[in-house]
């Protein structure tokens, strides 16, 4: 029976992976860093009053209590500001016109369209991954001079608790604009 296990997990696992989450944008391919354009999209977010790392899942349950409570569908990716610690689900389409009041835990917001630098990461959703990928993107912006920092870098989750920490994939996602220089430079040149 134990090996029959054994040799049905990494099919369960799949399979639950690719269950009908709506996703808000593609997965950034793990390694590649790469600007994204993220659409227009509604959000509900929980707040704590500490680091999101020293939070251990308090958001995540506040908000799949409300999604529950509500009938609304679990979306992917997850979004999580580190400090102070806030983390995101997002309304999909088929849930655009149900009731999503805010609450005492949970804040529904409207967030315009934004660019993002993002780095696509494979393994544990901890501390460490998240520094050591988080720096690489600002070594990256601080190489060109086409972008600038427009934020602060947050953590972007694609899996849930229940994937192991080899196979979850996460990005991480810097807020940013085109630079000053650049911006001069791709101004609209006036007739005399």
Do not use: C
């Not at 679990?74 to 805010?102: C, H, L, Q, W």
């Not at 917001?109 to 460490?128: C, F, H, N, T, W």
Request: glycine share 6%; charged share 25%; no cysteine.
């Amino acid at each position: 029976m134990y090996n029959k296990f054994i040799f049905a997990l990494p099919f369960l696992l799949f399979t639950l992976n690719l269950m009908g989450f709506e996703a808000m944008h593609e997965k950034t391919p793990v390694g590649e860093i790469k600007v994204l354009q993220l659409p227009a999209r509604t959000a509900l977010e929980a707040n704590a009053g500490q680091s999101y790392f020293s939070e251990n899942n308090g958001l995540f349950r506040t908000l799949f209590r409300y999604i529950s409570k509500h009938d609304l569908s679990m979306t992917t990716p997850v979004e999580a500001e580190i400090e102070p610690g806030r983390m995101r689900f997002f309304v999909g389409g088929k849930d655009a016109n149900k009731s999503r009041p805010t609450t005492d835990s949970v804040t529904v917001k409207e967030l315009e369209p934004m660019q993002v630098l993002a780095i696509g990461i494979r393994g544990s959703y901890d501390e460490e991954n998240f520094r050591e990928n988080r720096d690489r993107l600002f070594r990256w912006i601080d190489e060109q001079t086409t972008y600038e920092p427009a934020g602060e870098p947050y953590a972007v989750y694609w899996d849930g608790p229940y994937i192991p920490w080899f196979l979850k994939r996460s990005e991480i996602h810097l807020p940013i604009r085109l630079s000053i220089q650049e911006s001069e430079t791709n101004q609209p040149i006036e007739n005399p």
